[in-house]
C-alpha cells in the first residue's frame, strides 16, 4: 500500500491526515485574560465561526447589585476552522494558541460544543464547574440534552448534571430534573 505525503506550507501530512487538515473542526483558543469577548469579536469581523458560552452572574457592589454576562470557560474562545485557515485565529490580538499536544493544535468533539450550545438555547441555567473524572454516570432521557452521557452532583435541592471538555480539562454544571435521568 502506497502512501502519499503533501506539503502545505511547513506541515507533511500523509494522505490520511489531509482530511484533519482541511475539514473544518471544533478548536479551543487559548486567550489573555478577561479578552474573550473582545477576541470573539475580532474573529467574528475576521469571518471565523466563534462561540463563547456565557452565563448570568449577579455581583453584589457596597451601592447596588450587577448583573454581568461571565464566559462559563474563562481563559478560552471556541472556534470551528479547518487547520489551513488556523492564522485568522492566531494573528487576533489576544489570542495565545490552540490548545492542543506536540505543538499541534487538537479539536474538540462535536458532542460537547453541541451539549454546550443545546443547554444555553433551551435556557437551562448553567455556570462554571471543577473539572469532574469520577462521580454517578447518568444518560439524559428526556429534554433539550437527551441521549448525553456524563456525571452529576448534588447541590442543595437540585441536580446538576456536568458537561465536561476533555481537552481543557473544564467543566459546566447545568440544573436538570432527576425524572430526566438514568443510571449508566
Known amino acids: 500500500m ?3 505525503t503533501v506539503s502545505i ?20 483558543a487559548y486567550t489573555s485574560a478577561n479578552h474573550e469577548k473582545r477576541v470573539a469579536q475580532q474573529l467574528g469581523v475576521r469571518s471565523v465561526e466563534q462561540f463563547v ?31 489551513r485557515d488556523r492564522l485568522q485565529v492566531l ?3 489576544g489570542v495565545a494558541r490552540l490548545v492542543g499536544f506536540n ?3 487538537s479539536a474538540l468533539r462535536e ?5 454546550i450550545k443545546r443547554s444555553l438555547a433551551c435556557g437551562l441555567r448553567a455556570e462554571p464547574h471543577p473539572y469532574l473524572t469520577v462521580g454517578r454516570r447518568v444518560r439524559i432521557v428526556r429534554g433539550p440534552l437527551m441521549g448525553m452521557e456524563g456525571l452529576i452532583v448534588r447541590r442543595k435541592k437540585g441536580i446538576r448534571f ?14 436538570i430534573e432527576a425524572a430526566d435521568l438514568e443510571r449508566v
Open 9 to 28: 506550507g511547513s506541515w507533511e501530512l500523509q494522505s490520511g491526515q489531509s482530511l484533519d487538515y482541511l475539514e473544518p473542526r471544533w478548536y479551543a
Open 2 to 4: 502506497e502512501t502519499q
Open 91 to 93: 494573528g487576533v490580538p
Open 53 to 83: 458560552p456565557l452565563y448570568e452572574s449577579v455581583r453584589r457592589w457596597k451601592d447596588r447589585k450587577v448583573r454581568l454576562q461571565l464566559p462559563l470557560f474563562p481563559g478560552y474562545v471556541f472556534v470551528r476552522l479547518a487547520l
Open 162 to 175: 456536568i458537561i465536561s471538555l476533555e481537552l481543557i480539562q473544564r467543566s459546566v454544571a447545568v440544573e
Open 111 to 115: 458532542e460537547e460544543i453541541e451539549a
Open 103 to 105: 505543538g499541534l493544535p
